[in-house]
């Protein structure tokens, strides 16, 4: 089997952007990644695309061949869709074709727009995510969502808002020197705790904002980078997806994410790893309690254990296990079609030494990304690797 | 390279049917599929479903992990959107997952409702596959997009309203025996060109009606079909897929659909035959012309030649080469995110003999599927063969 390597990765600036098409923000990630990957884009062999909810932002379906026309490619181009992890089964099934031999380059990532909808149009947007006839008609929000997961975390587990807080603390922290990040600022637990409520017990600082933006990678096959000389040390050594009963109301736990569970598995298996080999993580922390579920989904902590990490440090920067270096959705900002993509862009850079964080990191050679979709009726688990 | 045997086929009735939710028509075509294929449901390796306007017409996005739970899986499940060539792209990235060896059942298919919007809503739905900044914002809907394609093929070619009008009877006569079919009536010639003008020159008879229906197959490898004796006796050999620019305007020519020809030559190519070679076809007849602008980029007929086809007899139900056997979306119906899937449901019963059209085909042996989407900025095309 081939192993795949992360030739170029690109991005833009993660935001407020109402004004820029959509076609214009992958444009832009597209060329920042081939600007890193050093590929013709004639040698391309197809595009697989990530986007969530542009049937209702822009009034445009079936953009994947906009995008390849956007990004100078002409090549197969598919759009996959599965909430907000769009990007991630984008990538994996990029690293399953290249693997395969079935082709030695593909581009993959996404692209999301939310704000030119406005907040309430946003929020409703999203809500598609969910099951349309037995959660969204009876009220239900991601937000709402989320906090049922949480308030049920902590009378399961114990744990409180506090160590929530801590969560969105170190990932503000984290997103202050990230240049593509929406919110650059340090948030402190005191000031999260104090944040207006938007479904108790989750409040302001636990959400992630409403981001557009996109993402895109060059994906190529170890063959193909040494036949062309790429600098090109990152792997993606293993993929993992799973999938879980859409509608909240019909998982056996509101505590755990088998999906995650599943992907994880499947990704350490492929890598031959396992989550004690992990030096750092991007997860979808969506909200704060995603962070500590995902945390517990990899492995990284048994039930019940992962809600302190953030507060005992083992999580921070200088932690011994680094979530979300880039700030996570929370603060790095959350293109929902993008997501998946931008997370293993940022492993990418960790991994290799040219992050503004990989100071965090100096001997990091294995990183784990973890996108999710709705409550984690979707999730896509990728391991990297500095190549040997 | 492991062989992949279509193990399973199931369809719903293709029609109105606005009162029936989506999980619903799916989880029909799924249990069809199941219940002619033999195959546990807990070998299931993966759910590949096509989806175009869901997002609209359900407000229900993420919608694989619910058709998934409807069909009773349990298993990784990602949707594909690639506008009216959506189950076609899920088709064949479930061919390359199952020969890859990365899986060895792989269920893809996909559904549309449609008729819940109402015949305006569907036609501003549909026409989200269009480019919405340079096409849709300036007037234009699909009807107006292959009607200035027809124009323009007359005047290149020749040929005019009434060869059209053959192909709509002979895709009329060939639904009158499906019992799956939209419209099991004949349209004369006669009826369809006096029929009312719906975008100059095309008329109602030239296009397709608006359709809520499902496609599912169940997908192995030939190692799986023997190891478990299943009677899987035709092969998907041969899977393609091309990109154009998405909007009309942005096409060197108006006659032809250059995504169609890449995805003709990557299929014929992996399954080493030519266009002499196939005995029967489904295509993507969306409008009358578009059937035409599809046999030529199959090769069946040079540029310019295809217009006469139905006209002469050519591709009639017991012509030399039969084209939409099924009725095709004019007759049997259209429902986008379905269609690809079950032009390949269609072959794969006239292939074994079990379809009520298998008597015009009787030594049959390879069949081709022609997939597009929007004005062909999207095309993807399979070869099926009766395994040796």
Same mark, same amino acid.
């Given at each position: 089997m081939t192993e795949v390597r992360v030739a170029g990765v690109g991005l833009t600036k993660f935001g407020r952007? &109402?004004?820029?098409?959509?076609?214009?923000?992958?444009?832009?990630?597209?060329?920042?990644?081939?600007?890193?990957?050093?590929?013709?884009?004639?040698?391309?062999?197809?595009?697989?695309?990530?986007?969530?909810?542009?049937? $209702?932002?822009?009034? @445009?379906?079936? @953009?994947? &061949?906009?995008?390849a026309e956007a990004a100078g490619l002409r090549c197969p181009a598919t759009r996959y869709e599965e909430a907000?992890?769009?990007?991630?089964?984008?990538?994996?099934e990029?690293?399953?074709?290249?693997?395969?031999?079935?082709?030695?380059?593909?581009?993959?990532?996404?692209?999301?727009?939310?704000?030119?909808?406005?907040?309430?149009?946003?929020?409703?947007?999203?809500? #598609?995510? *969910?099951?349309?006839?037995? %959660? #969204?008609?009876?009220?239900?929000?991601?937000?709402?969502?989320?906090? $049922?997961?949480?308030?049920?975390?902590?009378?399961?587990?114990?744990?409180?808002?506090?160590?929530?807080?801590?969560?969105?603390?170190?990932?503000?922290?984290?997103?202050?020197?990230?240049e593509y990040a929406q919110y650059r600022r340090e948030v402190t637990v005191e000031e999260a705790l104090d944040a207006p409520p938007i479904a108790t017990p989750l409040h302001l600082f636990d959400a992630c904002p409403i981001t557009d933006g996109a993402s895109a990678l060059v994906l190529v096959s170890e063959a193909y980078a040494d036949a062309n000389d790429l600098d090109a040390p990152v792997a993606i050594t293993g993929t993992g997806q799973g999938t879980d009963n859409l509608a909240l109301g019909d998982r056996e736990?509101?505590?755990?994410?088998?999906? *995650?569970?599943?992907?994880?598995?499947? *990704?350490?298996? %492929?890598?031959?790893?396992? &989550?004690?080999?992990?030096d750092l993580a991007e997860v979808h922390d969506c909200f704060t309690i995603a962070e500590v579920l995902?945390?517990?989904? $990899?492995?990284?902590?048994?039930?019940g254990e992962g809600i302190s990490a953030a507060r005992d440090g083992v999580t921070t920067a200088d932690g011994d296990l680094p979530i979300n270096l880039s700030g996570g959705l929370k603060a790095k900002g959350h293109p929902v079609g993008a997501t998946g993509g931008s997370q293993i862009v940022?492993?990418?850079? $960790?991994?290799?030494?040219?992050? &503004?964080?990989?100071r965090h990191v100096p001997d990091a050679e294995v990183a784990v990304a973890h996108n999710a979709g709705g409550t984690v009726a979707s999730a896509v688990v990728h391991v990297l690797e500095v190549a040997r």
């Open positions: 952007q &109402p004004e820029r098409t959509g076609r214009d923000l992958f444009a832009e990630a597209a060329l920042n990644a081939f600007a890193d990957a050093d590929v013709p884009r004639a040698d391309v062999d197809a595009l697989n695309y990530g986007n969530f909810i542009g049937s $209702l932002a822009e009034n @445009q379906g079936h @953009q994947a &061949p906009l995008m907000c992890a769009s990007a991630g089964v984008a990538v994996r990029a690293v399953r074709t290249v693997r395969s031999g079935e082709a030695d380059v593909v581009v993959a990532g996404g692209m999301e727009r939310m704000n030119n909808l406005g907040t309430g149009d946003a929020t409703a947007g999203l809500s #598609i995510a *969910a099951d349309d006839l037995f %959660e #969204i008609r009876a009220g239900m929000t991601f937000p709402g969502a989320y906090a $049922l997961m949480a308030r049920a975390y902590f009378d399961e587990y114990g744990g409180g808002r506090t160590d929530l807080a801590h969560v969105a603390s170190k990932n503000h922290a984290n997103a202050v020197d990230n736990h509101l505590t755990r994410t088998p999906a *995650a569970d599943d992907a994880a598995a499947t *990704a350490y298996d %492929e890598a031959g790893i396992g &989550p004690d080999d992990v995902a945390t517990e989904s $990899l492995g990284f902590f048994a039930p940022e492993l990418t850079r $960790l991994l290799r030494g040219d992050h &503004p964080n990989s």
